[in-house]
């Protein structure tokens, strides 16, 4: 007779069920919490990630946990659906591209971001790229050198404006109350009014620190491209 049960370490590393406990881990979401924000009981995503029932996420299912969770659907489907997704849908996904510059000790303006380009990503490499929803999806390119060596003049970054929130901390683009930026930042513990610390990654540029309500974040930088 054929042995039906099923091993729970290999369950650990499916990449869909990777994917589904990385996403809750980073929507700060239990499964109990997870699994009741579905409409399931509470050890239904228990029982998907580590009994393998269901072997799949039904649709509406894995609708609403991307909407719960901020990222794509698709990002929860086997790699053979994937790929069908991927050779049904449209040739690519097409990210606005700035007219402006952000700058990294470049000094440039603080006016409000165009677009009149974009680029097309084909979703397969977008998925890899980010898992956040494709329309919250931006490209700025990089002016200066305050952000060297980890983002160098004439970089393009891509920035997810769904996460304007610094926390955790991470390079994001912003109004400064100067001029676009591109800096590290970081909330500044038991400071009222909450205080954020603008860093650069070369040492040559001061760090200085803005009252969050006198900066705008556009967003959190999730990739940049470089020419060689």
Not at 59 to 68: D, N
Not at 176 to 188: P, S, Y
Request: glycine fraction near 8%; proline fraction near 7%.
């Amino acid at each position: 007779m054929a042995d039906h049960t099923t091993d729970a370490g290999a369950l650990t590393t499916d990449p869909v069920r990777r994917t589904v406990r990385g996403a809750l881990d980073a929507a700060g979401l239990t499964l109990k919490q997870a699994s009741r924000a579905l409409g399931r009981n509470d050890a239904y995503l228990q029982q998907f990630l580590y009994r393998g029932s269901p072997r799949r996420l039904p649709e509406a299912v894995r609708l609403r946990l991307a909407a719960i969770t901020g990222t794509d659907g698709d990002m929860f489907l086997d790699r053979d659906l994937r790929t069908l997704h991927d050779e049904l849908a449209p040739s690519g996904i097409t990210v606005p591209l700035f007219e402006v510059s952000a700058a990294a000790g470049g000094g440039r303006t603080g006016e409000e971001p165009a677009s009149s380009a974009a680029l097309s990503f084909p979703p397969s490499l977008l998925r890899q790229i980010t898992a956040a929803p494709a329309n919250g999806l931006r490209l700025i390119s990089i002016s200066g050198d305050s952000m060297a060596p980890t983002l160098e003049h004439g970089d393009m970054v891509m920035i997810d404006t769904n996460r304007t929130v610094p926390s955790p901390p991470g390079i994001f683009i912003l109004d400064d109350g100067v001029g676009l930026v591109a800096k590290r930042v970081d909330a500044i513990p038991n400071t009222r009014p909450q205080m954020l610390r603008l860093s650069s990654d070369n040492p040559a540029y001061s760090n200085y620190q803005r009252r969050i309500d006198e900066v705008r974040i556009l967003g959190r930088v999730v990739w940049f491209a470089r020419s060689l």
